[in-house]
């Protein structure tokens, strides 16, 4: 079956430095990949966004990697601040409506 | 104001009781969708629209029902609600652009806790 994994339930780093977080997929053949952000009971919010035929997306201090021959995601955040403390969830999708999301990685920076 | 907004935020129930969650948005979208988030388990697709006459079940739609009352409000309905429909529930719209990859704009989620 189709399955995507966030190798880390948790990740914690000191202030400034580059936090990465990774997503796996297997079984499957994405035509693109989303990256969101989730604080503590609030909705998702919309990051990034990388087609399959990209190989690395920026905005501000994120980058985002997508790599379809090790099936897999790398999300960068540089220069990280308490403030990018958060639920961070990959999602990858075929369609609009065929969207799978990973379990997430809390990440916790600290000061 | 939120764009997408959803009722009840919270709500306790017993099993076997009918429940209804609302969601209602103001982007203008034409697709909307209902996920249910589980500890572990990630966001998962119960049911979504493409418009007011689409009605597709997702990942997970056993248990549930839909209602898509106008383009801008879409229910999520528990027939007969049991303790393992317990989770958070989010309603999420989506415009559609040329690869339609469009991101998905949440709600801030409906907690339901089944007795």
């Known amino acids: 079956s189709q399955k995507i994994e966030q190798n880390s339930e948790a990740l914690n780093i000191q202030e400034g430095k580059t936090a990465t977080l990774t997503c796996n997929y297997t079984?499957?053949?994405?035509?693109?990949l989303q990256w969101y952000r989730q604080d503590p009971g609030r909705g998702p919010v919309f990051l990034l966004l990388?087609?399959?035929?990209?190989k690395e997306k920026r905005k501000e201090r994120l980058k985002v990697t997508f790599d379809t021959t090790l099936k897999q995601s790398l999300f960068h955040i540089t220069a990280s601040q308490p403030a990018d403390s958060a639920t961070y969830l990959c999602?990858?999708?075929?369609?609009?409506?065929?969207?799978?999301f990973g379990s997430g990685t809390r990440l916790s920076i600290r000061p | 104001d939120a764009d997408v907004t959803q009722t009840p935020r919270n709500r306790i129930t017993k099993t076997g009781k009918r429940i209804m969650l609302e969601c209602s948005q103001t982007?203008?979208?034409?697709?909307m969708y209902w996920y249910r988030q589980d500890p572990g388990l990630g966001l998962r697709l119960i049911y979504y629209?493409?418009?007011?006459?689409?009605?597709n079940k997702g990942e997970i739609s056993d248990g549930y029902s839909v209602s898509r009352q106008a383009q801008a409000k879409f229910s999520l309905s528990l027939e007969s609600a049991i303790p393992n429909q317990t989770a958070l529930y989010f309603c999420?719209?989506?415009?559609?652009?040329?690869?339609?990859?469009?991101?998905?704009?949440f709600g801030e989620g409906s907690r339901l806790t089944v007795l």
């Open positions: 999420a719209t989506s415009e559609p652009d040329r690869g339609n990859t469009g991101e998905l704009f």
């Open positions: 079984n499957y053949s994405p035509a693109y």
């Open positions: 990388i087609r399959e035929n990209e």
């Open positions: 999602a990858f999708g075929s369609s609009a409506s065929k969207i799978i």
């Open positions: 982007k203008g979208h034409d697709r």
């Open positions: 629209s493409f418009d007011v006459k689409d009605i």
